[in-house]
């Protein structure tokens, strides 16, 4: 289930592409929809994603994979924030069962023209187009796969099942892992076809650890707070505070 927004016949062959994924559940979330179609201030976090993909200043193509209930709803949200002189193009396709399935969905929808992958998390609606710059510049920089990153500030313990403390763990080698994350296209793309779907089989958390199973080099470019995710009841107050805040300084811009 593909259909795509723009007629990319009538602009350049899009280079940059990126993977909103919003395909999950959120069962920790305890939301009655998906988590990428929670609300804040009557606007669902997918919506946020959508618009600060496709303001960036390239053409691109934005691939949204949510799930497969939500494709017209997504369908139409596109239509009202796209504007129709947009150098973007977008499609949306329908989940897998596990992320690293949606994202693999996602790199199939891309155009082969696109050399250079974001993968994003539609949980993370605060996330700069400065942030997606800065990761999409390092991977044609470097070639390698390039995660966004914060130091860890909290004192870090090790306990067992129980709750009992056994010791204190240096952080100092430690961060914290956002998205977008970027990747050359190959990399990224045969990383997940390798990538075995074996009973008892640990899945990876993130795009990074895919890539980097396969053998390639990951590094970090510098995060920034205001791309933190929703998983939680309690990440919503978070979320709600970016919110409030970008809207007072957009007014004080103007």
């Known amino acids: 289930m593909t259909a ?26 305890g939301a009655d929809v998906p988590k990428a179609f929670v609300e804040l201030h009557g606007r669902s976090l997918i919506e946020f994603g959508i618009g600060v993909v496709t303001s ?5 193509h ?13 369908l139409a949200l596109v239509d009202e924030i796209l ?18 399935e949606s994202v693999r969905f996602g790199i199939a929808a891309l155009p082969d023209s696109v050399d250079t992958v974001l993968v994003h ?6 996330a700069s187009a400065e942030l997606f710059e800065r990761v999409a ?21 090790r306990v067992d099942a129980d709750g009992v403390v056994h010791e204190t763990v240096d952080r100092a080698p430690l961060v914290a892992v956002q998205t977008p994350q970027g990747f050359r296209r190959e990399v990224l793309e045969a990383a997940h076809s390798a990538r075995p779907d074996e009973p008892g089989d640990t899945l990876p958390t993130d795009d990074a ?46």
Do not use: C, M
């Open 137 to 157: 510049a390092e991977v044609r920089r470097t070639g390698d796969a390039v995660i966004p990153a914060l130091p860890v500030s909290d004192t870090l313990k």
């Open 4 to 29: 795509i927004t723009n007629d990319p016949a009538t602009r350049p062959l899009a280079t940059l592409g990126v993977i909103l994924v919003g395909a999950g559940s959120g069962t920790r979330l």
């Open 121 to 126: 998390d539609a949980a993370r609606p605060f």
């Open 62 to 74: 934005l691939t949204v994979v949510i799930p497969e209930a939500r494709a017209a709803q997504t």
């Open 209 to 254: 650890e895919v890539v980097q199973r396969a053998g390639a080099r990951v590094r970090t470019v510098p995060g920034e707070l205001r791309a933190h995710k929703l998983t939680t009841a309690e990440d919503l107050p978070i979320l709600e505070y970016f919110l409030t805040a970008n809207v007072i300084g957009l007014e004080v811009e103007a």
């Open 83 to 100: 504007p129709r002189d947009s150098s973007w193009t977008v499609s949306v396709v329908a989940g897998g069962r596990e992320r690293h």
């Open 56 to 60: 960036l200043p390239h053409t691109g």
